[in-house]
């Protein structure tokens, strides 16, 4: 398959390599030429532009960071695909902006699959991501064989527009849980217990979670890197939840917790 991909930050680098790996042709497209400079010297093709890296290739895959910029790739390009190619947008954006691009896709002759992953950098490069699929049964069929080549489970869980949802719940109890990993840590200050030993207990012990489990590894200035990114996920749940479901709770929650973290933008 000829396979592109755009947006080659921390999740979505090392996606290439990886679908290269499994025997695709691979181009790359970025808007800073230094960013594909590792991929051609990898013998990765990097396309010109949008059109070129379109007219290239037949799946494309994209992680950038938000829907105003997966909108703007998406429109620039659609016209120029081969019509049964397909989209597959990995980046955490809104559900209903999912939904309307894969409108705009079957417009084009194309198939498009909403498709969030989680597990950063690390599994993204040992080819063990979680990919969240939001697709037609057809698109998911189709588009299995390729995400294999970066992801480890990979499950559908419903239309374009699932994908999101589901990775946007899985993101926000990231963040409430470490919340309480916070709250937790510092009352363990407060009773005179040492925060490093209280971590190592919590992790091999019942209360565990990842999200207790990071935030004892990072701490508020490692999530503090990262406020952006949660404050954009954490308040998309925000807008697609009925005002009334137990999940708003959990969200001021979050809100708490990041409005103290460090760094914020």
């Known amino acids: 398959m000829k396979c592109g991909f755009v947006g080659l930050g921390d999740q979505g680098g090392p996606i290439p390599y990886r679908l290269q790996n499994a ?13 594909t400079r590792p991929y051609a010297e990898a013998g990765i093709l990097v396309s010109e532009d949008l059109p070129a890296l379109a007219r290239a290739c037949d799946w494309i895959g ?22 049964g190619g397909m989209i597959v947008v990995h980046s955490t954006i809104h559900p209903e902006t999912c939904r309307l691009l894969s409108e705009h ?23 063990t991501l979680t990919i969240m ?10 588009s ?34 470490a919340a309480i990993a916070q709250a937790a840590i510092e009352a363990g200050k407060q009773l005179n217990l040492d925060p490093a030993s209280l971590v190592n207990i919590v992790n091999a012990s019942s209360g565990r979670s ?9 701490g508020a200035e ?19 939840a009925p005002a009334d479901a137990p999940i708003q709770r959990y969200i001021e929650l979050t809100d708490d917790f990041l409005a103290t973290l460090p760094n914020r933008q």
């Not at 994209?62 to 019509?83: K, N, S, T, W």
């Not at 896709?105 to 080819?127: I, T, W």
Request: aromatic content about 6%.
């Open 133 to 142: 699929i939001g697709a037609s049964d057809e698109a998911f069929a189709k």
């Open 62 to 83: 994209i992680c950038v960071f938000d829907d105003a910029g997966v909108r703007q790739v998406c429109a620039e390009l659609m016209p120029h695909m081969r019509q």
């Open 23 to 35: 025997g695709h042709e691979v181009a790359v497209w970025a808007r800073r030429p230094e960013a």
């Open 105 to 127: 896709a079957s417009a084009h002759g194309l198939e498009f699959v909403d498709a969030p992953v989680s597990g950063g950098n690390v599994r993204a490069k040992d080819g």
């Open 144 to 177: 299995g064989p390729i995400l294999e080549a970066y992801g480890s489970v990979i499950v559908r869980v419903g239309p374009p527009g699932a994908g999101q949802t589901a990775k946007l719940v899985n993101n926000t109890l990231l963040v409430a849980h």
């Open 210 to 218: 990842y999200g207790f489990e990071l935030f004892g590894a990072i």
């Open 222 to 240: 490692g999530f503090g890197r990262i406020t952006q990114l949660l404050n954009k996920d954490v308040g998309l749940l925000r807008s697609i």
